[in-house]
């Protein structure tokens, strides 16, 4: 390169930067006069609208969404005044809708299609648990006690609402048509499961379901969730998103940025805490000491409703409205659902260290979401409970013919370790597999299971 082509090139590159520099400021200067224009126009509407600072009224502009009073008397807001937010229920204790409550009328073959649901999830979370205890997947989570949370809030959005869940919510999952083999592919980490067997058990994700993968990190799926609801409401598709999340991870800071962001960039996002009163071995008294999670809702500026999570109808009812709310007036809404965690926490927790046997067949008795939806089937005639036998005969086999082929399958190949890190495997990566096909090559008798990978 001539030394007379290398001074052109930095004189070029000199006046680009000093045309950006310009530009910039000039950028700048438009968007400060902007921003007090907006300002001034403001200080304008606040006056017309009688707003303007005075003695009669505190017009502070940090409270002027909710325009409080003075008042005399240094009076402390406790909050353990009061009793709590009310828990919305549908469904009485014999499945019969509460007088003065609204049956949502479902049709027989809705109640079925969540009824089948929260049945088959019984029966595959029974056998998958079972499975792992003889060490045949590493890992499962269950999620007994929870069916009526996750079916009731599945049937009551549009099959396109993109959801984000914490990792108990296979039940949506199922709800919207995952298929038994996939679930069982998943937990086997063979070549058949979407996520090409990189994650631990329990960790799904469908796209042409709309389900977002899961992934373990407590609480980081909310605040990507309320992106993704901003990001539909630039779009205007009309469809909402949903975030699952547990009593447990709603104390992570992501929490407080998710909640915060969806209320001040008026997202239509729907944030279901699913509150089974523990997290592990932590029990809801110590992790928080405020009226559940429902009472931040409304700290945050998001409309709030606590309902019975047992009670399918009043789940399905609350989201229902919630979804329509959070579409029509591009807000976000909180759902509490009021549950408990019937099983353990995992396969790598013995809860009995920690809760006692009779407050779980308590719950496993009384609070039962998918007795409840059976006896007002029953009551409706739409089912005997000699049918659930012969349903959970069925469901049973299904589920084992799914869990035997998944048993079977081969892992795939080891290549697949390092692709999908980047979009594009770098030259770095490459390497890095040809090494390890290298060494696969060189030790292939020191493996002693390399027959159930793919080659
Ligand atoms: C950031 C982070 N911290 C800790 C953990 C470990 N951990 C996994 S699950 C869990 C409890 C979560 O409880 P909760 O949100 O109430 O959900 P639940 O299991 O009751 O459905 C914890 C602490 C984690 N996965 N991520």
Redesign the pocket.
Known sequence: MSLQYKISILIFNLQNQLLQTEMFRYIHKCARSTYRTIHSLRQELLKAQGCAYSTSSPNFPGSEHHKPEWTNTPNFILPERGSGIPVYRVLGDDGAVIDGATNPQLSKDECMHMYETMVTLNVMDKILYEAQRHGRISFY?TNFG?EATQVGSAAALDAKDLIWG???EAGVLMYRGFPLIQFMHQCYGNRKDIGKGRQMPVHYGAKDLHFVTIS?????QMPQAVGSAYSYKMQGNGQCVVCF????????G?AHGALNFAATLECPIVFIC???????S?P?HE?YRGDGIASRGVGYGVATLRVNGNDIFAVYNGVKEAREMAVRENRPVLVEAMTY?IGH??TSDDSSAYRSLDEISYWEQEGNPTKKLEAYLIQQGYWTSEQTEQMLKSKRKEVLTAFAEAENEKIGPMTEAYNDVYDVLPQRIQRQLEETKEHFRKYKDKYSNLDKFES
């Open positions: 989570m929870e914490q990792y108990r373990s990190t407590l609480g980081t999340f547990g009593d447990g991870a709603a104390s992570e992501d699913r509150n089974n009163g523990y997290a592990i932590t809801t992790q965690r926490h995992s």
